[in-house]
């Protein structure tokens, strides 16, 4: 009933604003010639805008620009923006009886080089995805004060706009969206090194209305891939860095439209290190796009683009506070030498091409978009797998001093310490320790220890519509169309048999095939543990209605789609015979949203905007299914998700301060989560399927971002978060397992358990800092060169909580299945504690200078993050192997325990240097 009363009187509100607003119009426009302010050459594709109205056209291939706004005006601000140049604004124009502004002239900016160089954090997130989940990814935040502290200054730190996952941005390439059904992120490697290409983007900042589509609460970003909005020219980059890769060579041309009717764009790159900033961590990516514009008038452009990029590189893992201890902050046990190299165990490979064809029409009153694309490609990680032979990993909790730290029996000081010792001369994978074993002398031997890669190949299909009608100057009309159709094969690979002849492929902890029909020796590149496909299909539709006044703007917004899931099986696993291959039933979502809001002008400096929303989206694919590696069920009462969220923002853009200050509140209900681990529960010792359902998050918080002119050549500037990001329901739990037949196991013939609910209301969820503070100075120098520095604090992080300790399920005895009292029951709210991580206190370091002379335009970037090498984390999670609270308190007791929080460490000093030149 709340949710019901906000979003009727949300469209109330709406239908008020639409009424107040609706003004008859009368003719006036704006034109003018924008040009370079020191060659006097013409500039095409300049944004022009009027501010806070919503009308914008872009300069032709002479520089010209004509403008009518939506609704009668008779002042009106208007500001240029171009790539490469220094933004210009005109306030308070009389186009009453229409005005031609003339000559424009744009200064190049030398600052330039900061907004090209804001590395994605996915391009320098060498940790484990889907642990951090979707903090990385930070696009150019473009004007945004606050979002461009946020992208260089606060991504280190794993810091998330408003707490929210990177499934609630909205991304569209050339009109396709580029969200991933499996976990509703986007695939920032499909255009990852192609950054001359991506900087036409449209950007909407949290529930404001796209272009592009619905949007999500997060934002919506569009790609625009064209000839016709690309620099023309030749354009070399080098770079250089310490962070995920050491080296980068970049080369596009763009013919531009000139002209003629055709275009034509080119653009590479390769990325490649030895090793990035954490050990063993090599890196190598190459990307190629290719496209063509065919324009035969102003109204009419088709493009086709085809992209291939390819990324290889080794992951790093989370450490606990011991082998934090032993190893330093730069450890990471995933690697280890092999005949003088180093070899990575969990390297991670994506390489999906891209081809997309979009036709778009501009007429003076209808805008129509149409663009299908094609996409087909691979990514997989790998890791090491072992069968009857000692576990490899050097940070195997039995491989560590507390180990024998906190045996049952008592402190072993003098293994404790011999344990430091062998891990101090030997903390990495022996890889010649593994061929010898898996050797032994025999030709015909079988594997003990193997390298797997779990491959993911999808073939999906892609076709969106878009139409934007003037219907007046007052009113307009949106409305698009999506349909895509994914097919995602899923399948273990069998990598390197390590110097074995073969593998006996079957569940080392059941002892079951997982392949009954198949040999069950399987060779190298052979598939193996599971293979089986799903599809998935979804359309959704969208329409939006606007309307423009003399003092602001309103909207309303509403989405219906479908999307459907089916697996099938191609293994005939033997745990579940009878569930496992085929085809099995499918499960469809049907959903629905709205949203709605406005702007208000309080001067044509000043302005306010509201939006609100109430939506329903699918679950995403990887919580959907209960294990689809082994057989086909569906998660039990498993629901849509439900979004509610609410914003309001001011904005001022005075003569020497420009700012914006938003507040938000944002709760997702009804969300799901599947995880897998070997846990010693309360009922017994096994690997399990956790379950979670009915689980809500609430996002709450305030930002302000500020710039302040104190003369024309420094800039002070601020960044402020503020938020509190906590659950807000008791999720139900629920574990699945292999019932097992010794001391210990798991017992339950079931093969499930229902644990209740979790008592998670208000604890704080992993969501990145909550608070977060930047403090910035800029100078800009007469000869085009300039430096900053920032100092910036974060706090408010808390690793992810184990869902099993806030169950009863906790509190049994694994023997008699009672609960503990006395001392041990006493012990409880500890183990519920969230330990805050310390707070992050950075300072980063730019600068930059350019040159210009005739066509030729020279950039130099230099930036220094984390100048005084700090060291701190940056995100974590706790270990749910201790499923119950003696073994929990057990562990606790020497001060170390073996299964403790893991923690990812923070980058410390790095450089980032880019040298790029510009010609015709």
């Avoid at 997060?218 to 354009?235: D, Q, W």
């Avoid at 193997?450 to 139409?467: H, P, R, V, Y």
């Avoid at 519920?832 to 310390?838: K, N």
Wanted: aromatic share 14%; with cysteine.
């Amino acid at each position: 009933m709340l949710l019901f009363r906000l979003f009727r009187k949300t469209l109330c509100h709406g239908l008020v604003l639409f009424a107040s607003f609706a003004l008859g119009a009368q003719q006036s426009g704006l034109r003018g010639k924008v040009v370079d302010a020191h060659s006097g050459e013409v500039l095409r594709g300049v944004q022009v805008k009027l501010t806070g109205q919503g009308t914008e056209v872009l300069t032709d291939s002479r520089g010209i620009f004509f403008l009518t706004p939506q609704r009668p005006l008779t002042l009106v601000n208007c500001s240029f923006f171009l790539e490469g140049y220094a933004d210009r604004a005109f306030t308070k124009l009389d186009i009453s009886r229409g005005l031609d502004m003339g000559i424009v002239a744009m200064e190049p900016e030398p600052e330039q080089a900061f907004k090209e160089n804001l590395i994605p954090l996915s391009e320098t997130d060498v940790f484990e995805e889907d642990v951090i989940e979707g903090s990385s990814g930070f696009l150019h935040a473009g004007r945004d004060i606050f979002l461009n502290r946020a992208a260089f200054d606060f991504s280190p730190a794993f810091f998330r706009i408003r707490g929210y996952d990177n499934r609630n941005a909205a991304v569209f390439l050339n009109g396709i969206p580029m969200n991933r059904f499996s976990n509703g992120r986007p695939q920032w490697n499909t255009w990852g090194g192609l950054n001359d290409v991506t900087r036409n983007q449209q950007y909407s900042i949290g529930l404001q209305p796209s272009e592009a589509g619905f949007g999500g609460v997060m934002g919506t970003t569009a790609i625009h891939i064209s000839p016709a909005t690309v620099r023309e020219g030749f354009r070399l980059t080098v770079s250089a860095s310490n962070r995920n890769y050491g080296g980068r060579l970049m080369a596009t041309y763009n013919s531009g439209m000139g002209k003629g009717k055709w275009g034509f764009l080119t653009s590479m790159s390769k990325r490649a290190a030895g090793q990035g900033y954490m050990e063993g961590t090599p890196y190598d990516a190459y990307s190629v796009l290719g496209g063509i514009a065919f324009k035969p008038d102003p109204q009419h452009e088709v493009t086709l683009v085809g992209i291939y990029a390819s990324n290889l590189r080794g992951r790093s893992s989370a450490l606990t506070a011991e082998t934090l201890a032993l190893g330093g902050r730069l450890y990471n046990p995933y690697w280890g030498w092999q005949g003088g190299k180093v070899r990575n165990s969990r390297m991670r490979y994506i390489a999906e091409p891209f081809i997309g064809l979009r036709y778009h029409y501009s007429g003076p009153t209808l805008r129509y978009s149409m663009a299908a694309a094609y996409r087909e490609g691979i990514q997989f990680r790998t890791r090491l797998s072992y069968f009857n032979a000692p576990n490899p990993d050097p940070v195997y909790y039995r491989n560590l001093p507390s180990f024998y730290w906190n045996s049952p029996v008592g402190p072993n000081l003098q293994s404790a310490e011999a344990a430091r010792e062998g891990f101090a001369g030997s903390s990495q994978i022996d890889w010649e320790g593994i061929y010898r074993v898996n050797t032994r002398g025999k030709p015909d031997q079988e594997a003990s220890y193997i390298l797997q890669a779990d491959c993911s190949e999808e073939k999906q299909f892609s076709g969106n519509t878009f139409a934007a009608w003037d219907i007046t100057k007052v009113w307009r009309l949106r409305a698009g169309a999506l349909l895509q159709q994914s097919t995602i094969q899923n399948y273990g690979r069998l990598d390197d048999l390590l110097g074995a002849a073969f593998h006996q492929d079957a569940d080392p902890f059941s002892a079951t095939r997982n392949d009954l029909e198949g040999s069950p020796e399987k060779k190298q590149g052979d598939r193996i543990g599971y293979d089986y496909n799903i599809g998935v299909s979804q359309w959704q539709t969208f329409v939006a209605l606007e309307v423009s006044g003399a003092k602001g703007t309103a909207y309303i917004s509403g989405q219906a789609g479908k999307t459907r899931y089916q697996r099938t099986g191609n293994f005939l696993n033997e745990k579940y015979p009878e569930a496992s291959l085929g085809t099995g039933k499918h499960r469809v979502f049907e959903d629905y949203g709205v949203k709605g809001g406005g702007s208000y002008q309080i001067t044509g400096r000043h302005w306010l905007q509201i939006n609100s929303a109430f939506l329903r989206r699918p679950p995403v694919l990887r919580n959907v299914f209960i294990n689809p590696r082994e057989h086909r069920g569906f998660v039990e009462n498993l629901e849509s998700e439900s979004l509610a969220s609410a914003e309001v923002s001011y904005f001022l853009r005075g003569t020497v301060l420009t700012s914006r200050l938003s507040g938000y509140y944002t709760r997702v209900m009804d969300q799901s989560r599947v995880n897998f681990f070997f846990s010693d529960t309360g009922h017994g010792s096994g690997f399990i399927q956790e379950i979670a359902t009915g689980m809500d998050v609430l996002h709450k918080g305030i930002e302000l971002g500020m710039e302040l002119d104190l003369s024309p050549s420094v800039q002070l500037s601020t960044a402020v978060a503020l938020g509190e990001f906590t659950y807000a329901s008791d999720p139900d739990l629920k574990m699945y397992f292999l019932p097992g037949d010794q001391p210990g196991d798991i017992r339950q013939a079931e093969g499930s358990l229902s644990l209740g609910p979790a008592a998670l209301k208000g604890h704080p969820f992993s969501a990145g800092p909550s608070r977060a503070f930047s403090l910035g100075l800029h100078y800009r120098g007469s000869a085009y060169w300039w430096v900053g520095t920032t100092l910036n604090y974060l706090s408010g992080q808390y690793p992810s909580p184990s869902f099993l300790r806030h169950t009863r399920s906790f509190l049994l005895d694994p023997e008699t299945g009672d609960e503990w009292d006395g001392i041990l029951r006493e012990q409880y709210p500890k183990a519920l504690r969230q330990q805050e991580l310390p707070p992050v206190y950075l300072l980063n370091l730019l600068g930059g200078k350019s040159w210009k002379k005739g066509p030729n335009y020279v950039s130099l970037f230099l930036s220094v993050a984390n100048l005084l090498d700090s060291f701190y984390l940056s995100g974590g999670y706790q270990s749910g192997r201790n499923g119950n609270l003696k073994q929990w308190y057990e562990d606790q007791l020497s001060g170390n325990p073996s299964f403790g929080p893991r923690y990812w460490p923070g980058f410390g000093r790095t450089f980032f240097i880019n040298l790029s030149w510009s010609f015709l």
